[in-house]
């Protein structure tokens, strides 16, 4: 549209500024009044352009919503694929435990949520940028006090920063999840949940341990994929070693072959030999692998069967012994009644 000749360029930019809103243009155009052309840029055109901005935005964070919320699905139920085939037809031993899908579904919650805040969050700020460049505020200002603001915060919340970031890389890495038994440093026991700042843990007592992430310097996962029970059996020095291993093997064997046990126990029991000359006794190790979690009460179960066994083959289980003499005044060497072993 021309505009008339009396309205030049300059006072166009100055009543509408730059660019000139359509509104703004018409009005000044056909009034040639600069309260009505500003008018009409404020009741219209400006309004306009922010609800634009608020329905672009609104729909930008709509989908990208339902496309975090679809990855989420993905990875907390992912397609079944040629290998999961063949594992269905595997020993149930070999089958995931809910254990390890819970845990995958909680990591995949979490992850999505963290994607959903940052990306609403650049969205919305975005779109108030802006709206206040629309409204004529200078946002040059505005983004350098935000930035300075943001390094004070930054400064004075450095440790709040440092859990969220290390909570995020925990997800990600997969380190633990609900249900795994963890050992932190100064707490271990049972992840009852995990955030982006905290880790809670329930320790064997009860204690219920909340564990800020930023503090974890290092985890002990106990319970992921595999566990193991390592069990040292101790024999008498005179005790016939290779009897012994027998009967050893042949209890954690019979352990395996049991239904109740054999859904737990992953590979076949193994003695790796003597592991230690103790000061009462000699030391066999006997190592079985688990599902996740389940080598304590295995270990448990193994020890009141190999002490029937033992008693029942008339294996000795060392313990402390100790040896008296007594000296009687005078005497340079014990005489052979005055030995008394106790």
Sequence with gaps: MRLPLQITDDRLLDVCGEPPSWSCEWVLEQTESDVMARAAD?????????????????????????????MVERLRDPAPTAMDSLRSKAPAAFMPTQTINLRQSARAETVGSVLRSVGSALIWTTAGIM?????????????????????????????????????????L???????????????????????????????????????PNGEITRVGNMSQQWSRALLD?????????????????QVADDMYAEPAWATK???????????????????????IKTLPAEQWAMMRELRIRLKEAFDAEGIEIPFPQ????????????????????A
């Design 131 to 171: 709206i206040l460049a629309e409204l004529g505020i200078a946002i040059g200002p505005l983004v350098a006090s935000a930035g300075i603001a943001g390094v004070a915060l930054g400064f004075g919340a450095q440790s709040l920063v440092k859990d969220f970031l290390s909570g995020i890389f925990m997800i």
């Design 233 to 249: 059996v101790e024999v008498a020095y005179d005790t016939d070693l290779r009897r012994a291993r027998e009967v050893i093997q």
């Design 265 to 287: 126990i992953l590979e076949p029991p193994e003695i790796w030999g003597i592991e230690n000359l103790g000061a009462s006794g000699i030391a066999i190790r006997l190592v």
């Design 173 to 211: 890495e997969d380190q633990y999840g609900v249900g795994d038994i963890i050992d932190v440093g100064e707490a271990t026991g049972v992840v009852e949940a995990v955030t982006l700042r905290s880790t809670r843990l329930r320790s064997v007592d009860g204690t219920v341990w909340h564990v």
């Design 42 to 70: 404020w009741l219209f055109a400006r309004p306009l352009s922010i609800l634009t901005i608020v329905l672009v935005a609104w729909v930008a964070n709509r989908l990208l919503r339902r496309g975090i919320r679809r």
């Design 322 to 341: 100790r040896t008296v003499w007594v000296r009687r005044d005078g005497d340079d060497a014990p005489a052979d009644d005055s030995f008394d072993p």
